[in-house]
């Protein structure tokens, strides 16, 4: 298991109090600083006395709800922003990722899965930094400097349009990833509609990499929203 | 009857005159060629002429008429009336009683005829209206069958039909003329006045010795008794049956004259039928709302017992083993905790699929849902459903998904959570570790895809029940987890892709659950040419 980042600092703003009880209880005891709000002015006055480094932020709040803090936080505010969303809140998801939140999570959760995404968006933050040369996911591992792929230690041909949407997957690994971001970050500015395109080179990507490609364990669809590369808890990037 | 049938009896007489008169002057030139009793015979051909052109009043008119004509112009002494000849009174006799009974007799059949063929035309017209009635559903294709039966039989020009309005009145509802046709300024206020009274406006008297029966007939009050200075040639016919009273039926001849008694019968026969049709849309209506909201009553109170089943189970468990873990009087171990807490998670897993497929039942059920449809592959659908997956479930599964298979239009996330109910289907009733086979294939058609698992499997008569909301299967043995719901919204879903889902049966025992989709929601794959030259990051490395 890795080791979570000490000092990292949280801020969770959710009007429900069990939430933020639950939420407290899982962060302090794996020695996380938390911050709590119970609405979008406290969380914004918390964020600008001393941002954070990662924002928990629920989307159904009455008064200012969660879609206006974050297009109000990303105004200033770089770090990662984690909103949880309910069953059925499809679009309230896509919009609040269109605002700048980074990732989304459906209530209710299991704990691991929030500290999954909560350690990915903080690692993910701080390999923009500095990014790792080298990163492991199961079976495969990708050479970012060489732009090598090898699977089972066997080398895996891509083309480079399919390496490059990999790379930008595993350096977003478990976090999700839109497809305008993917097609944006691969295709460049103004890359067009191509989701047809992109789609096809993932279905290439997942017969290559995958053990059970009809069945992907890595390279999965999240639904009207785009992608995500699953590391499974335990792998990581050196 | 016909325009020119009705014209010949109504000038029977001058006809008849007419014919005799042309006849005699016919006959005068060769007076002297034929001997005195040929022209009888032949008057007697007119007469029979008459009595077919104009019915037995004609014939008796020109019989009679043939009669003195005969004896002045043809017995001698000519012109006069006298005869000399005391013969010829037998034969001036025996010619008016043969001349009378021919054209009487021929006269009453020709009548007889146009009657029957009259009668022919109006039981044809019932005939035609009531098999209509029967089968047409909408009050419209009524009206509109309506006009264009009366306007064969009468002389109706226009009809209208106004209908009973939540005022307690009629408002128009309907309105076809013949071009000539204005529209009556009065007609509202005569329909309304129809309606509240259920009295007839503007029925023609009936003759004394006719056939007619009255008995059915309204009552009827000329047009002037309600707007004062107005008389139109319309009939208003109040629509009622023994217990309701639907509305009006407005009749117009617009010029061409006065409604006959006859045609009065007809429309009034017409009528009947309209109120009674009107009368049978309004129960059907009544009928089929008390239906549907007893079966949404129905539905209201399974849904409740269901949720209160499914809710209540799994937090009396969580309750019972938090109190139990909370209790003093027992000491817990870490390890007996932990396994405590387990459970409560499990249950805590089942409290979380109930509310899930209560919640996407209600929102199908509602029929607001819209699918939000993408092009997205079968492997798209596999990776969102088996992420819920736990390892030990996950290790059951075998594929075998052919390579080829389209691209489909569809809704990602509600295409995963049919197929995890299948799943979660299969794992109930499927035992152990049995292997639970994930499977594919498309055709020109329609593209497939299946769950099939080595479970008891599903008996014949249950292969379509499973599938109706809260039925939990008759082999279910212990009773399984579930609200009974988990197939109803897979169906249900697939049905809003225009698809299909069924069940097959397996050798040597299990089930096959298959999802057809048409193949307009597939698109063969194209890799489309790259648009740019090579990606960003090629580009930066190339520059």
């Known amino acids: 298991m890795t080791a979570p980042e000490p000092s990292a600092n949280i801020l969770i703003v959710d009007d429900e109090e069990q939430i933020r009880r639950a939420l407290n209880s899982i962060f302090t005891a794996r020695k996380y600083g938390v911050r709590l709000a119970a609405n979008g002015e406290e969380a914004l006055n918390l964020a600008i006395a001393r941002p954070p480094d990662l924002v928990i932020l ?55 899965e929030l500290l999954a995404r909560v350690r990915a968006l903080l690692r993910r933050a701080a390999m923009r930094v500095a990014p790792p040369p080298l990163i492991h996911a199961g079976e495969l591992e990708i050479n970012l400097a060489q732009r090598l792929v090898t699977c089972h230690g066997e080398p895996v041909s891509l083309t480079p349009t399919e390496y490059d949407i990999l790379a930008y997957l595993v350096q977003n690994a478990n976090c999700v990833v839109t497809t305008p ?25 997942r017969k290559k990499i995958e053990p059970e490609p009809r069945a992907p364990r890595y390279l999965i669809t999240e639904p009207c929203i785009g992608f995500r590369f699953r590391l499974p808890e335990g792998e990581s990037g050196e | ?50 009595a077919g052109m104009s019915g037995a009043r004609a014939a008796l008119a020109a019989a009679v008429l043939a009669f ?38 021929t006269g009453r059949m020709r009548d007889r005829e146009s009657q029957a063929l009259a009668r022919e035309r109006e039981t044809g017209l019932l005939n035609r209206l009531s098999t209509s009635l029967v089968s047409i559903t909408g009050t419209l294709v ?33 309105r076809k003329a013949m071009a000539e046709c204005p529209p009556n300024p009065h007609a509202a206020t005569i329909a309304n006045w129809v309606f509240q009274q259920s009295k007839a406006v503007g029925l023609p008297p009936v003759p004394e010795f006719s056939a007619i029966h009255t008995e059915g007939w309204p009552v009827s009050v000329p047009h002037n ?92 468990a969580i309750t019972a083993t938090v109190t139990n873990l909370l209790a003093e009087d027992v000491h817990w171990d870490v390890t007996q905790m932990a396994d405590e807490l387990r459970c409560i998670q499990t249950d805590l897993d089942r409290l979380h699929a109930s509310i899930g497929a209560l919640l996407d039942f209600a929102r199908l059920e509602g029929a607001n849902w819209q699918p939000q449809r993408d092009w997205y592959d079968w492997d798209d659908v596999l990776g969102v459903t088996l992420e819920k ?64 698992d080595s479970g008891p499997g599903v008996p014949p008569e249950e292969r379509q029940l499973i599938f109706e909301k809260f039925y939990r299967g008759a082999t279910a043995g212990a009773s399984p987890a579930g609200t009974g719901l988990g197939l109803t919204i897979a169906a249900e879903i697939v049905r809003y892709h225009q698809g299909r889902l069924w069940v097959e049966e397996v050798h040597p025992h299990g089930a096959r659950f298959v999802i057809a989709l048409p193949q307009e929601n597939s698109n063969g794959y194209e890799t489309k040419p790259q648009r740019h030259e090579g990606t960003k990051a090629q580009r930066h490395n190339n520059s």
């Open chain 1, 58 to 112: 629920d989307l159904t709040m009455p008064g200012m709800n969660g879609l206006e803090v974050c297009r109000e936080l990303r105004t200033w505010y770089s770090g990662p922003i984690l909103i949880l969303s309910v069953r059925g809140g499809e679009t309230d998801k896509v919009a609040a990722l269109d605002l700048g939140a980074d990732d989304y999570l459906t209530k209710p959760f299991a704990t691991n």
């Open chain 1, 181 to 205: 971001m993917l097609l944006e970050q691969v295709w460049g500015a103004d890359p067009g509609d191509d989701t047809q395109s992109l789609r096809s080179h993932i279905a290439h990507l």
């Open chain 2, 1 to 50: 009857m016909s325009p020119r049938s009705h014209q010949f009896e109504r000038y029977g007489l001058l006809i008849a005159f007419g014919c005799i008169s042309a006849a005699t002057l016919l006959f005068l030139p060769g007076r002297g060629y034929f001997g005195k009793g040929q022209w009888a015979l032949l008057y007697l051909l007119i007469i029979g002429l008459v």
């Open chain 2, 68 to 105: 003195l004509a005969w004896d002045f112009f043809f017995l001698p002494p000519y012109n006069t009336l006298w005869i000399t000849d005391p013969k010829d009174w037998l034969a001036l006799l025996v010619f008016l009683i043969v001349g009378v009974l021919i054209g009487v007799q």
């Open chain 2, 142 to 174: 009524m009206a509109e069958t309506l006009f264009m039966e009366i306007t064969q039989i009468t002389r109706t020009r226009e009809i209208s039909l106004w209908l009973s309005d939540a005022a307690g009145g009629v408002a128009l509802y309907y």
């Open chain 2, 225 to 316: 008794s309600i707007v004062a200075d107005v008389q139109h040639d319309d009939i208003y016919l109040p629509l009622q049956t023994t217990t309701h009273r639907e509305g009006v039926l407005q009749i117009g001849a617009c010029a061409s004259g006065e409604f006959s008694a006859y045609e009065a019968q007809q429309l009034i026969t017409s009528a009947n039928l309209v109120a009674v049709f009107l009368e049978r849309q309004r129960l059907q209506a009544a009928a089929g709302k008390a239906e549907s909201l007893q079966e949404a009553d129905r539905l209201k109170t399974t849904l409740v017992s269901s949720i209160s089943h499914e809710l209540k189970t799994p937090l009396a």
């Open chain 2, 389 to 452: 997956l736990r390892d030990v479930e996950r290790a059951r599964l075998t594929f075998s998904l052919p390579d080829d298979l389209p691209a489909l239009y569809i809704d990602c996330q509600q295409m995963a959570r049919a197929l995890q109910h299948l799943l979660e289907n299969a794992f109930i009733y499927a035992p152990g570790d049995t292997p639970i086979r994930l499977g594919g294939s498309s055709t020109a058609r329609e593209t497939r895809f299946w769950v099939e």
